[in-house]
Each structure stands twice: as C-alpha cells, then as structure tokens.
C-alpha cells in the first residue's frame, strides 16, 4: 500500500532514490518475516535453502535462460542486437540486484518455499500439492493489487485480465519450484520477468521468456533424473 501517496510514487520514478527506498523497505519485511518464522526455525532448513549448491546451479541456469532468450528471439524476428550503453547497463544492474531480486526472492520464499516446505512435511499427495499450488497462486494474485491500482494506476475493467496473469505465473513458479527444488533460479526468473534485459526488441517478450525458462527448467529436470541413474 506504501504506492497510495503520491510523494512515494514520484520518489520511485527517480532509480537513484528508488533504489535505498527500496533497501529500506525489504529491510523491514525481513525483520517481520524474521520475527515470525522465529519459533519455526528449527523446522526450516535453512542451511540447505541458502547454500552455494542452490546458487551456484541458480545463477547458471538463469543465465543460460537469459542467452537463449536473446538467441531464439533474434532467430525469429532477424532483428539485430542492441548492446546497451554502460550507463543503462549500470542502471539496470543496480535495480536488479538492490530490488529486482530481493523482492522476488521474499515473494518466492513466501509463496513457493514455504508451502512446499509445509506440504513435504505433512505428506501432501499429488493432488493436494496442485490444490495448494492454486490456492498459493491465488493469494500471490491478489497480493498484487494495490500495486495493480496505485502503482500502475490500472483500470478496474482491466485488473481481472492481469490478476489472471498473475495466477498464471505463480503457478509456473510453483511448478518450477517443485521440479527444481532451487528457490534462487525460481526468484532469478521472476526478477527477470519484472525487470528484463533484452537485447532483441520483440513484441512478444512474456512468450519467448515463459516457453524458454519452461524449456530450461525440464532441461534441468532432465538432467537430475539422468544423473541419479547413473548413482
């Protein structure tokens, strides 16, 4: 709700203010995620969630998501690559890393990493664990709406179609999640998605971006399940 003022909104046009705005902000919702989860950290392993095993793999993958978008876009519309100059490449990187990311990685932990966590223990079978990816999804949708409508000043008309998108792509995250098992690839590829870098220009980015990280992330399934053949 803090997009319901207009001295918040214009702050977060400037990328320079925007940028410790932000800080402050994920710096607040983890001392009060920090302070819930406290009489559950025992049952959260985080030791294995924040390993350099997850993101190492994590950061890889992304980047091979990001390769294949520019490579596949460029093939289909023959378009050449436009390299951004090193001020918008500084800008972008800054966003990405100081709140692009954060705040995907706090919504993926939320939303995919701790009922995940909370279904493996309690035993869900395959049909629950999709009855509590869409009710995850749903909550994630709806989460979104006052940045829907004071942020991006959305039309009511027009919110249900993006609310739609919205569930959509939580259930793809909690899709990749569950096949991956890496919370940073899954938070990687949604900061992505929110703020992308593309070197193409393409009418149809959310089309290439959603079939390529689909194929990478069975990519990656793939080649776990082979593996552990051969163990």
Same mark, same amino acid.
């Given at each position: ?8 909104? #214009?702050?977060?046009?400037?990328? !320079? %203010?925007? @940028?410790? &705005? $932000?800080?402050?902000?994920?710096? *607040?919702?983890? /001392? ?88 493996? #223990?309690?035993?869900?079978?395959? !049909? %629950?664990? @999709?009855? &509590? $990816?869409?009710?995850?999804?749903? *909550?994630?949708? /709806? ?89």
């Amino acid at each position: 709700m803090i997009f319901i003022t207009d001295w918040v909104q #214009k702050v977060f046009v400037n990328w !320079q %203010q925007a @940028i410790p &705005l $932000g800080l402050v902000i994920i710096l *607040i919702e983890y /001392l009060i995620f920090r302070k819930l989860l406290q009489p559950f950290s025992k049952e959260i392993p985080y030791h294995m969630l924040f390993s350099f095993k997850k993101i190492a793999p994590a950061i890889v993958m992304g980047f091979l998501v990001w390769i294949l978008l520019q490579l596949w876009t460029r093939r289909t519309f023959n378009t050449g690559i436009e390299f951004p100059d090193q001020s918008k490449l500084i800008r972008y990187s800054l966003v990405f890393l100081f709140n692009s990311f954060p705040n995907a990685l706090i919504e993926e932990f939320i939303f995919r990493f701790l009922p995940v966590h909370y279904a493996e #223990k309690k035993g869900f079978s395959r !049909q %629950q664990m @999709i009855g &509590l $990816g869409i009710a995850v999804s749903f *909550i994630f949708a /709806l989460s979104h709406v006052s940045v829907y409508l004071f942020r991006d000043h959305t039309d009511w008309p027009n919110l249900p179609a993006i609310l739609l998108s919205a569930f959509f792509y939580g259930m793809v995250y909690f899709f990749i999640y569950i096949i991956t098992g890496n919370i940073f690839f899954t938070a990687l590829i949604h900061a992505f998605g929110n703020n992308h870098l593309v070197l193409i220009n393409t009418p149809n980015f959310e089309a290439f971006y959603f079939y390529t990280f689909i194929f990478v992330t069975l990519l990656w399934y793939a080649g776990k399940t082979f593996s552990k053949g051969f163990r």
